[in-house]
């Protein structure tokens, strides 16, 4: 069982920065993609960014340039570094994991964390 916590949100105004903090416990052998998702009301939730363990990136389209995804594997924490937000980017967003939880075993379990509100003001 892993449990994800997600911290850093907040109320920022428009062209400011956050850093979103994900944290998983629990029994890890190896994270193999770390994530950040979000979700507005009425959309469905969509892929912000995802890093796998080796270390490549994926952004979607709309924060290229400005969100920076990264990982710090010994510590299972991860993070979402976001810069010149706008208010298009408010949203609760949510840490993801695909887990590994046993050297010995082939299964991956997919965790989600609770969410935390990003409010960009105008």
């Known amino acids: 069982q892993v449990q994800l916590v997600e911290s850093g949100g907040g109320l920022v105004q428009a062209g400011g920065s956050l850093r979103l903090s994900c944290a998983a416990s629990?029994?890890?052998?190896?994270?193999?993609?770390m994530g950040w998702y979000r979700q507005t009301p009425g959309k469905q939730r969509e892929l912000v960014a995802a890093?796998?363990?080796?270390?490549?990136?994926d952004y979607a389209d709309s924060v290229k340039g400005r969100f920076t995804i990264s990982r710090d594997n010994a510590k299972n924490t991860w993070y979402l570094q976001m810069n010149s937000l706008k208010p298009e980017d408010t949203a609760v967003y949510y840490c993801?994991?695909?887990?590994?939880?046993?050297?010995?075993?082939?299964?991956?379990?997919?965790?989600w964390g609770h969410g935390t509100q990003v409010t960009v003001s105008s």
């Open positions: 993801n994991a695909r887990v590994r939880p046993r050297a010995y075993s082939a299964r991956e379990n997919e965790y």
């Open positions: 629990g029994t890890i052998f190896r994270i193999n993609v």
């Open positions: 890093i796998p363990s080796g270390g490549s990136t």
